[in-house]
């Protein structure tokens, strides 16, 4: 077995020594090192104490080494250009596009949106290999765990930032399938009729979501309940019922159908990561690319004012004929 690191040598003590060494005496070297004189002089002494062997030899002109003195600093001059060599490495490293980023996000949008996207990204960086992680409950950006978290909430650890990405706007859509099975309800008392999904996770299931569907939510039988996004999604799809999902759906999924009872549930999501890990250019140029996908000017859909689905698709949409009085904005 080599040395125990607590018997190493101290190479704060060695660096003093090479500028004592370089400068020609003690006074030099406090001066180097901008620390005081005493101080430098305690700290040879220690280090001579510590190997057994005298490194300098003192007079009124100064320092000079002794025979092992020059071996030694030989020695530390040889680390100090290790270092330093090894500083340099990690540097051009941390430059570099390359490696393994870690990406933690709800399932709903790691699936119908960050993934249909992630050709785009392999094409700019075809050396960065990501890493895309889901579930209900985010990791902590300060275990190694993740390097970018996109979640539901703007908490934080300590030594982490979070900077939000945008907004999402749910909104109730169905299919022209169910529609054509059931009839078409004719405001938002006889949608409460209709078969609904419900999505239930720890990141959607925030008072902010429930103050806005409370009222709505005693009245609802819902048919189906389920924790996974992308089950819900594809339930309400294939038929199911009505489901509220993020508004730009009716970008990608123009074959659906919006009901537009004025009602918008808005929620704000965020990245979060550790402030150190931005140094590292394969992180920073990834957050990047990931705040380019929800650009508020090119996606109006994120914004956290609401935009109306027809303003920036063909999708079909129903009006009430009799706006209900319950009815509103969130």
């Known amino acids: 077995?080599?040395?125990?690191?607590?018997?190493?040598?101290?190479?704060?003590?060695?660096?003093?020594?090479?500028?004592?060494?370089?400068?020609?005496?003690?006074?030099?070297?406090?001066?180097?090192?901008?620390?005081?004189?005493?101080?430098?002089?305690?700290?040879?002494?220690?280090?001579?104490?510590?190997?057994?062997?005298?490194?300098?030899?003192?007079?009124?002109?100064?320092?000079?080494?002794?025979?092992i003195g020059e071996t030694i600093i030989q020695k530390s001059k040889i680390m100090e250009s290790t270092a330093r060599e090894i500083e340099r490495m990690a540097k051009a490293n941390n430059a570099l596009e390359e490696g393994i980023v870690t990406i933690y996000c709800t399932d709903g949008l790691a699936t119908y949106w960050i993934a249909p996207h992630l050709s785009e990204f392999m094409t700019l960086y075809p050396n960065i290999q990501l890493e895309l992680h889901t579930g209900d409950t985010p990791p902590s950006v300060n275990s190694n765990q993740a390097d970018i978290i996109v979640q539901f909430d703007g908490t934080k650890e300590m030594d982490a930032v979070a900077v939000s990405l945008g907004w999402l706007h749910y909104l109730p859509f169905t299919t022209t399938h169910y529609l054509e099975r059931k009839g078409c309800p004719g405001n938002l008392f006889d949608a409460l009729n209709f078969d609904h999904l419900k999505l239930k996770t720890k990141q959607h299931n925030r008072q902010a979501l429930s103050k806005n569907l409370s009222s709505m939510d005693e009245l609802i039988s819902y048919c189906i309940t389920t924790s996974n996004s992308s089950l819900y999604f594809e339930a309400m799809k294939g038929g199911a019922g009505i489901a509220f999902i993020p508004s730009f759906f009716a970008m990608t999924h123009p074959e659906l159908v919006y009901l537009d009872y004025g009602i918008s549930v808005p929620m704000q999501f965020w990245a979060v990561y550790n402030r150190s890990l931005m140094d590292i250019t394969k992180n920073r140029v990834t957050l990047d690319w990931l705040r380019s996908l929800f650009h508020r000017q090119k996606h109006p859909y994120f914004r956290q004012e609401f935009v109306c689905p027809t303003e920036f698709s063909d999708i079909k949409t129903i009006t009430p004929s009799e706006p209900a009085a319950v009815a509103r904005k969130a």
């Open 1 to 67: 077995m080599g040395p125990r690191l607590s018997n190493l040598l101290d190479w704060n003590d060695l660096e003093i020594a090479l500028a004592v060494a370089e400068a020609g005496s003690i006074s030099g070297g406090a001066a180097k090192l901008g620390k005081q004189q005493p101080t430098i002089s305690a700290r040879i002494s220690h280090l001579e104490a510590r190997l057994g062997v005298k490194i300098f030899t003192r007079s009124r002109n100064g320092t000079k080494l002794t025979e």
